[in-house]
């Protein structure tokens, strides 16, 4: 089982990733974490630090090449795993951020996308972007701004992939969004996450 986990800056995957891998491990299947970042929060760590801006070309070459390579290099590692995979991010992010930053899609992305093996489930995390910004202050290390963020979840919507996506609401606690991502795994007949106590999540009605 292949789950990717996509979205905004500031939607929480990351948080979600973590919390759903450890309570399918609670619950006593075999899963693992793996991470698709493209290094942009060193780049606008060592940006603010030395005070210089790359042009959105450059970035997005940068970032581009270290996505494709933790993105193969993940593939590789979920092929010769035998149990459920969940990817925090993946090549639709590089995407969006392309559509954002007013680039072309161009040719690499979408071509690898049909070669790799198809995610069985591709959840969104819709939030909104102020709630998103609020978060992403709150960590101090990035410096997306609201606009940046707003520009983001369009570009993310906009995709030709994003009908295929499973949309989660990622406004609400980590706990709120955990009990609704694991809503979404449920009904795609995947295995349930457990939580501390060896109980397993509710399904709300808005999931079902």
């Given at each position: 089982m292949l789950i990717v986990l996509t979205g905004i800056d500031g939607s929480g995957k990351t948080t979600?990733?973590?919390a759903l891998v450890s309570g399918l491990q609670l619950g006593g299947t075999k899963a693992l974490l793996l991470s698709n970042h493209a290094a942009r929060r060193r780049l606008s760590l060592l940006s603010a630090k030395?005070?210089?801006q790359l042009?959105?070309?450059v970035a997005d070459?940068?970032?581009t090449t270290v996505r494709i390579f933790n993105v193969l290099v993940s593939?590789?590692?979920a092929h010769r795993?035998?149990?459920t995979v969940v990817m925090d991010r993946h090549l639709y992010c590089q995407l969006a951020l392309r559509k954002a930053n007013g680039l072309r899609r161009g040719i690499l992305l979408p071509w690898l996308l049909e070669r790799l093996p198809e995610p069985d489930l591709v959840i969104y995390f819709d939030v909104d972007p102020q709630h998103a910004y609020q978060r992403v202050l709150a960590r101090g290390t990035d410096k997306e701004s609201l606009r940046d963020l707003q520009d983001f979840r369009a570009a993310y919507r906009s995709l030709p992939e994003y009908s295929g996506f499973v949309e989660v609401d990622a406004n609400g606690t980590p706990g709120e969004v955990l009990e609704r991502l694991s809503g979404v795994v449920a009904a795609a007949g995947m295995?349930?996450?457990a939580v501390a106590g060896g109980t397993t999540p509710a399904?709300?009605?808005a999931n079902e």
């Open positions: 979600a990733a973590n030395y005070g210089w042009p959105p070309r070459a940068i970032e593939h590789v590692r795993f035998g149990g295995p349930v996450p399904t709300s009605e």
